[in-house]
């Protein structure tokens, strides 16, 4: 009982995207597919969802080699497929969204909405997934909506189940249930394939990890013997620092200065609710917090994107309480946004225009109403090499690169001129272990310079790793704050819940 | 909400090398973004010819006892049709200049819907701009006496105003308070109307002894004369239309107004975070997006013989141009041909309606098939077995976004 693809080899004009790859996953089995973007896993899924097909090379289940011209054969084979984004319709029930696709009709084609419910009903107990039937998706947490594609998975009675990045989206306590779930699947024969960058996780869950690269298969290894010093290097090609190398902070004045801050969401509740700290010259200073706690709009009201109810913030002795974001802009703030493709980008543009989205209007970019796309040119073409940038060109649309691409234009952008202070949200979210290595750098990089920096970050490892003194924001309120020298994760995992010290 | 065709066109590279690249547009890339276009126009061709024949009543009636012969005749009814539509448009000189003439407009009020395209806004408000600008022009060309090279140039200077102020009205609405622009555009369209009929019956506009809302004559010097006199009615506006599709041109993709019309319009929340000031940009691309139909209001009033406004005087030609803006995929060159085509169409439907009585409705057909086609690229490619563009319904997306 095995799901086995054999010697796959897929050819894009000018990439080859699988070169003989095998990968097997048994019943009852977790396998972990592991690799940078653009390493090939993607390509190597879909095929085995029957997106794309083979130029050589084969797929067999349980001994058979199988035709998959279609997704639609793929779940005939029993395989199934939970994406990494939810391909769920919001205004349907659960229980509607589990039958889409396959309404279990009665005579005149009238649906059998009982026979739906019975159904998730019954998964959702076999599998302690805790999901109502007659929820509708948009009220869901994220977690749940991603039982929900479990459900249906499983509805669809698929022995062989396909996770894409399935924890990327989620909160640490929902990927602690996501890893119940998954062992649950395994104790009942499913063979899972789990897709990841996540070192940590690959090891916590897999009887076996496998690494690609470059399209290639580099290694197949047991949990046991593999660390993730290892894993990374095989991913990558090189070794890699996985911990941030800094020496000690020097902080001098405060540039950023905080103080007692309001700020309403977008449904006018307080998300932060008397906010205050302040920033040094040549340190970072990290917050922590799970997401929802209010640093999406501290963020957004520091750099003059969301109206500030009440309280003051200052950037280099300056008022920019009511600033915009190109006064803030203007005083060396450099932002790398929390949502890289919603504010960061313009994905319809090319990589030169993204570079100077926020500096287009002066020289030498342009001069008047008169773009002078000849030096932006010349500056993409410098700040691509610069900030390593894997782009075939400055001129292909900034949609088309991969996340840490994408995210080290941001910083490219962002850092390319005189920084006094880095506002870094979630600047490593989603991307790979060597973009994260040299964001991770480049931003040490601004601190050793004398920029003051502030990370917003749901990643405890990573605020711990790049602080110099750690905040924890809970509820609109900065409840705690630590040296990480001295802190364990556990105190800091403490304050983001709410819990005193 | 109806996306703006604009994804793919690149701004910061040099224009492609050669004179005639540069004047039509036609580079590489521009040559892949014509394919689709092309073919939608066979496509709707082929459909049409179809049209002709099953609307041939006595050849349907024949098809069962001569199948052959009633098929020929068929066959020669849809050549005859397509003969008369084709020389009509561009057949002769004559038929050039009706071409040109009846595209005239239809180029301005275009490159204004595909202006508000671009900066992400979906302006139906062409025709009622046009109709605003045509009453700026009316006002000058009835009540200003000057020489005619000052006279012309103010004229369309006033159109150009006429549409502005109108066009604003939705910008500014919507920059302040989030008014959907379709919603306000379409109402301007019918207050503009009704306006129009309106002042035309008031002293400062309708001529004198009459009770019809029509205006007095343009004074001489304000009007559009034939550049090749006698019969042709092509006037001196066609040139200033393709100078201004060129400056639109420049202004989208090489000022820097237009890399903030495009940067809004394919991602308002980024403009934001970059500093862009939103609702100012708004107001100002409803604005000239109206101005440039507003011309188009101007050329209509002072080019078109006896030179005398009624509420009628912008027929569809604002409707019509949200249709060439899609055909042209909101590219201001695009634009431009798309408007020559829609011209060469409307000049060659008359013709075909004389010669082969044919209904003029048949060209609306033929407009609406292209329509169809360049709306649903996918159904062109797989009919013409296309490579490219289509990629798989459902993807695993790779990495971790």
């Not at chain 2, 004559?94 to 992400?120: D, K």
């Amino acid at each position: 009982m095995a799901l086995e693809l054999r010697g796959i080899t897929k050819r894009f004009p000018g990439v080859l995207a699988n070169d003989d790859v095998s990968l097997s996953v048994g019943a009852g089995e977790v396998v972990a597919l592991l690799g940078e973007n653009g390493a090939g896993k993607t390509t190597l899924m879909n095929i085995l969802y029957g997106l794309y097909r083979p130029d050589s090379g084969s797929v067999w289940i349980d001994g058979q080699q199988i035709e998959l011209l279609s997704s639609r054969d793929a779940i005939a084979a029993g395989v199934g497929m939970v994406h990494q984004h939810f391909m769920l319709v919001p205004v349907f029930t659960v229980a509607e969204n589990v039958i889409l696709g396959l309404e279990p009709a009665g005579p005149l084609g009238w649906i059998k909405g009982e026979a739906a419910r019975g159904a998730v009903e019954r998964i959702s107990e076999r599998y302690k997934l805790r999901v109502d039937p007659d929820a509708v998706i948009e009220d869901l947490p994220v977690g749940v909506q991603q039982r929900v594609e479990i459900i249906k998975v499983l509805n669809r009675e698929a022995r062989y189940v396909v996770f894409d990045e399935p924890t990327a989206v989620l909160t640490p306590q929902e990927v602690d249930e996501f890893f119940e779930i998954a062992r649950g699947l395994k104790r009942d024969g499913k063979g899972i394939i789990f897709i990841s960058h996540k070192l940590n996780e690959a090891l916590g869950i897999a009887d076996r990890i496998v690494v690609m690269r470059n399209g290639r298969k580099v290694a197949e290894v047991l949990p046991s013997e593999a660390t993730e010093e290892k894993l990374a290097e095989l991913m990558v090609g090189r070794p890699v620092m996985l911990e941030v190398e800094k020496g000690p902070a020097q902080p001098g004045d405060p540039i950023l200065a905080v103080d007692d801050l309001v700020v309403l969401d977008d449904r006018n509740h307080r998300a932060c609710n008397g906010v205050s700290f302040n920033v040094k010259a040549g340190e970072i200073v990290g917050i922590a917090g799970v997401q929802g706690n209010g640093q999406t709009e501290l963020v957004e009201a520091i750099v003059g994107l969301r109206p500030i109810l009440a309280g003051s913030v200052r950037v280099s002795g300056a008022d920019v309480t009511s600033a915009n974001p190109r006064e803030v802009h203007q005083l060396n703030v450099s932002h790398i946004p929390e949502d890289r493709q919603g504010s960061g980008l313009v994905l319809g543009f090319t990589v030169a225009e993204n570079l100077i989205l926020d500096s287009y209007y002066r020289p030498p970019f342009s001069r008047g109403l008169v773009m002078d796309w000849d030096a932006t040119h010349e500056t993409a073409i410098r700040l691509v090499k610069e900030y390593d940038v894997r782009t075939p060109g400055v001129d292909v649309l900034v949609s088309t690169l991969s996340g840490g691409n994408q995210q080290k234009v941001i910083v490219a952008r962002e850092f390319d001129r005189e920084v006094e202070l880095v506002i870094a949200a979630q600047p490593t979210r989603g991307i790979d272990v060597g973009s994260i290595e040299y964001i991770h750098s480049r931003i040490v990089q601004q601190r050793d310079a004398g920029a003051a920096v502030l990370v917003v970050s749901s990643e405890l490892e990573e605020v711990m790793g790049l602080s110099d003194r750690i905040l924890v924001i809970f509820q609109g309120r900065i409840v705690a704050g630590f040296d990480p020298a001295t802190v364990e994760a556990p105190e800091i995992g403490l304050a983001m819940l709410g819990g005193s010290r | 909400m109806i996306a703006a065709p604009a994804a793919a066109e690149k701004g910061p590279t040099p224009p492609p090398p050669g004179w005639w690249p540069r004047l039509t547009g036609v580079g590489t890339r521009a040559r892949r973004a014509l394919l689709l276009p092309t073919l939608a126009f066979v496509s709707a061709l082929l459909i049409g010819a179809i049209i002709i024949a099953l609307t041939d009543l006595d050849q349907l009636r024949r098809l069962g006892t001569e199948p052959g012969a009633a098929l020929t005749e068929m066959l020669r009814g849809v050549g005859r049709s397509y003969k008369a539509l084709f020389s009509g448009a561009g057949g002769s000189v004559y038929a050039l200049s009706e071409t040109l003439f009846a595209a005239t407009p239809l180029i301005f009020a275009s490159l204004g819907v595909a202006l508000g395209f671009r900066a992400g806004l979906f302006n139906i408000g062409a025709q009622g701009q046009l109709l605003m600008g045509a009453m700026g022009a009316l006002w000058v060309g009835l009540h200003l006496s000057m020489p005619s090279f000052l006279h012309i140039p103010l004229g369309l200077i006033a159109g150009l105003v006429g549409g502005m102020i109108w066009g604003s009205i939705p910008g500014f609405l919507k920059a302040r308070t989030g008014a959907h622009e379709v919603i306000v555009t379409i109402m301007l369209n019918a207050t503009a109307f009704f306006f129009v009929q309106w002042a035309l019956t008031t002293p400062v506009f309708q001529e004198p002894g009459r009770n019809n809302p029509q205006s007095a004559p343009l004074l001489p010097t304000a009007q559009l004369h034939p550049l090749f006199g006698g019969t042709y009615r092509v006037n001196i506006a066609i040139v200033v239309a393709v100078a201004v599709a060129f400056l639109v041109n420049w202004l989208v993709f090489r000022s820097s107004m237009g890399f903030q019309f495009r940067a809004l319009g394919l991602n308002q929340q980024a403009g934001r975070y970059a500093g862009m000031n939103v609702r100012l940009l708004i107001t100002l691309a409803m604005a000239l997006a109206g101005g440039l139909a507003g011309i188009g209001g101007a050329s209509q009033v002072m080019g078109l013989a006896p030179y005398q406004a009624t509420p009628s005087l912008a027929g569809s030609i604002g409707f019509d141009a949200i249709t060439v803006a899609l055909l042209g995929r909101s590219h201001p060159v695009g634009v431009l041909w798309a408007a020559l085509l829609f011209g060469a169409l409307k000049a060659g439907g008359r013709a075909m309606q004389g010669a082969a009585q044919i209904p003029l409705d048949l060209v609306v057909v033929l407009q609406a098939l292209i329509v169809v086609f360049v709306a649903a690229p996918e159904l062109v490619r797989t009919i013409y077995r296309i490579k490219g563009g289509s990629k798989p319904v459902v993807q695993v997306a790779g990495g971790g976004e």
